[in-house]
């Protein structure tokens, strides 16, 4: 590692003058600068290190280059994330869960005499089931009497989008997407009103928003903040978002598989099938397309590495998320997606963040009962979907809907119907251009065909 000019730079490490993230043969490396040195060492010698790693807070690490090179202390190689996750791609209890750890984590720094210098909820990613920290270099020396420097970011990266989503709109989740470092204050404010705030809340969100520039310099300049202080606030967060909750609506796709829209020999017969498909093919990671609430996340679980649970219905993931918890399943993990919209590139050039579909892994791609909403719900031509699954998977289980089913002809009263080549021989002839089909099977008690094709990228 002498020349790391020659590596690949993550874009989303710039901001961080104690060291950079950089990718080499596919693996994670993060050097540590030579002015974070002396926080680097108080870090690993207060004993904050290997608490935070015994009560697995903190992702584990190891030292790899410990020799001075330039600007450049020492070399870390953190185990690596299989699935890199952003906050507006959580739900509600993701988001919670995320912003309960920070404050864990920031507590127990100051018992050790260091503090979080930042707060974003970028330092958090999912890992074997739970949040864990990511950032190994968020730590200072706590100075006597100054105040939390990361708590205008904390509110913004947590506080407020949980406070929208739990008073007003699960869905403004998404404001994220615009505002890479949190939702502004005053936004929050505004959005919510005087009548929503408790006294808590009132004091971190509006009338810290209500402070001006130079009210804000004083405040850090402030020789009363104690280390108590300190942790009344943070102890006082906790509590405001441990006791928020959100509503679970029933009326949408979240009652999915608890109605049965189809027989139960029929969802007995798709099962039977998706496990006879994924034990043929033993992919590593399986990505479940238009999941719900994750029937075939948690089958699929059973056969590979990790599963990325994907719905566009936050309800839905809410409720599997809350499922993998209670039941300790380690490698599903349930994210918000909207394939017809996926999260874009955000930040700095469009790069600091990546789009999710940038960070999916090309594997294999889960697609049951998803199509016929693309097709007739967003107006995406068959060929489109053919190309993207193309693109983004080596194998494809897809269940073709036919036009007479009756969940295609229910989305079709709304609407005039201009599917007609919508057909069992047009659904090969179109995915035949691109995949080989390995397998076809009708699911019992149905019109519906479950298909397991390889890419034909595969074969060359």
């Known amino acids: 590692m002498d020349n ?14 104690a060291g950079f993230v950089f990718e080499e ?20 010698s207060s004993g904050l290190l290997d608490k935070l790693i015994k009560d697995n807070l903190i992702i584990p690490f190891s030292i790899i280059n410990n020799k001075s090179n330039g600007e450049i202390y020492c070399v870390l190689k953190p185990e690596r994330i299989n699935q890199i996750s952003y906050p507006y791609e959580w739900c509600f209890s993701q988001l919670k869960d995320a912003a309960l750890l920070t404050i864990k984590i920031a507590k127990i720094a ?20 739970k949040p864990i920290f990511i950032d190994l270099l968020s730590f200072k020396t706590k100075k006597n009497n100054s105040p939390w420097i990361a ?25 994220l997407k615009n505002h890479i470092d949190g939702i502004p204050l005053s936004i929050t404010s505004n959005l919510l009103g005087l009548k929503k705030f408790n006294s808590q809340a009132f004091f ?22 104690t280390k108590k202080d300190f942790f009344r ?26 109605h049965k829209i189809l027989s139960d020999q029929y969802l007995k017969s798709k099962i039977k099938l998706v496990k006879d498909f994924i034990s043929k093919i033993k992919p590593e990671y399986i990505y479940d397309m238009g999941s719900n609430t994750g029937i075939f996340s948690r089958i699929s679980s059973q056969f590979c590495k990790k599963v990325i649970s994907l719905d566009s219905d936050i309800d839905c993931i809410e409720l599997l998320y809350q499922d993998i918890k209670k039941n300790s399943i380690t490698n599903i993990l349930p994210l ?75 989305l079709l009263k709304t609407r005039e119907n201009i599917f007609k080549n919508i057909t069992k021989e047009y659904f090969e002839k179109i995915f035949s251009q691109f995949f080989t089909i390995i397998e076809r099977e009708t699911i019992d008690s149905s019109s519906r ?9 595969q074969n060359r």
Request: proline share 3%.
């Open 4 to 17: 790391l000019k020659s590596y690949r730079v993550l874009p989303s490490s710039f901001r961080d003058p």
């Open 25 to 44: 043969n596919g693996e994670i490396f993060r050097t540590v600068s030579l002015e974070y040195k002396n926080e680097f060492e108080c870090f690993i």
């Open 336 to 410: 918000v997606v909207d394939f017809a919209n996926p999260s874009p590139s955000i930040g700095w050039e469009n790069i600091e963040r990546t789009s999710f579909l940038n960070r999916m892994k090309k594997d294999t791609i889960l697609a049951l009962a998803v199509i016929h909403h693309l097709i007739i719900g967003n107006n995406l031509p068959l060929t489109h979907l053919a190309e993207f699954f193309k693109k983004y998977c080596n194998n494809l289980i897809i269940e073709f809907i036919p036009l007479n089913d009756i969940k295609v002809q229910h």
């Open 449 to 457: 065909i479950l298909y397991l094709m390889k890419n034909n990228d």
């Open 233 to 258: 606030i943070l102890d006082n967060l906790f509590d405001i978002i441990n006791n928020l909750k959100i509503n679970i609506e029933n009326d949408n796709w979240s009652n999915y598989y608890e």
């Open 110 to 129: 100051l018992d050790y005499g260091m503090e979080l210098k930042d707060a974003s909820a970028y330092n958090i990613q999912f890992y074997q089931g």
């Open 151 to 175: 708590y205008r970011q904390f509110c913004q990266h947590f506080l407020s989008p949980l406070l929208l989503m739990a008073h007003k709109e699960k869905s403004l989740i998404s404001l």
């Open 204 to 225: 971190h969100i509006y009338l810290q928003n209500k402070l001006s520039k130079k009210d804000i310099n004083n405040a850090k300049g402030n020789k009363n903040f």
